[in-house]
């Protein structure tokens, strides 16, 4: 079966780094673009950027860039979003989803990162 | 970057009947465009990619037309289970995603 398991949900602090993960299997992980999309409590999708784990080639949207940093290991078919100092802002759910022809076609459940003093 | 414009914000409808969603791009996408479903505290789930292409288990009530900047969602007769938020998302200005705002199907 294919899948993409993220970690677990994380509270921080302001001025915290955080890196959340996200592992495939079931399938060619070196192979499939992997994208983030941020969610903001009671809010809508928005794409955050895309990785293709074979040879780490990584787009960022121009309002995600900069902001976060996305990386893949693909010795254990994983791909990462890190920030190096949160926000309150950063409060939302982040899904990673493998990318065909463009499309999200397989999604991990989400990863809930609530930043709060 | 590409804006994705969906309408209406919430779509009141009775089980059983029509559903017809709309996004607009604010520039030709081709057919790149895809529909994804969310359910209160679930993932987003792809229902349509290539404007019109049903994903692998999607029901045939789900229907994508349109092409350029025009498309919409049609749902035959909702199900109590069809109830959710559904967003377009284009892929024409690859690797630059964007989604839509999303419509919120609602039962009346």
């Known amino acids: 079966e294919v899948q993409l398991v993220q970690s677990g949900a994380e509270v921080k602090k302001p001025g915290e780094s955080l890196k959340i993960s996200c592992k495939g299997s079931?399938?060619?992980?070196?192979?499939?673009?992997i994208g983030w999309v941020r969610q903001m409590p009671g809010k809508g999708l928005e794409w955050m950027g895309i990785?293709?784990?074979?040879?780490?080639?990584?787009r960022y949207s121009p309002s995600f860039q900069g902001q976060v940093t996305i990386s893949a290991d693909k010795s254990i078919s994983t791909a990462y979003l890190q920030w190096s100092s949160l926000k309150a802002s950063d409060t939302a759910m982040y899904y990673c989803?493998?990318?065909?022809?463009?499309?999200?076609?397989?999604w991990g459940q989400g990863t809930m990162v609530t930043v709060s003093s | 970057e590409i804006v994705m414009t969906q309408s209406p914000a919430t779509l009141s409808v009775s089980p059983g009947e029509r559903a017809t969603l709309s996004c607009r791009a604010s520039?030709?996408?081709?057919?790149?465009l895809a529909w994804y479903q969310q359910k209160p505290g679930q993932a987003p789930r792809l229902l349509i990619y290539g404007a019109s292409t049903r994903a692998t288990g999607i029901p045939a009530r789900f229907s994508g037309s349109g092409s350029g900047t025009e498309f919409t969602l049609t749902i035959s007769s909702l199900q109590s289970e069809d109830f959710a938020v559904y967003y377009c998302q284009q892929y024409n200005n690859w690797p630059q995603l964007t989604f839509g705002g999303g419509t919120k199907v609602e039962i009346k």
């Open positions: 520039q030709s996408v081709s057919s790149n």
């Open positions: 990785i293709y784990p074979g040879d780490s080639d990584t």
């Open positions: 079931g399938y060619s992980f070196t192979s499939y673009w």
């Open positions: 989803a493998g990318v065909t022809g463009g499309a999200f076609d397989i």
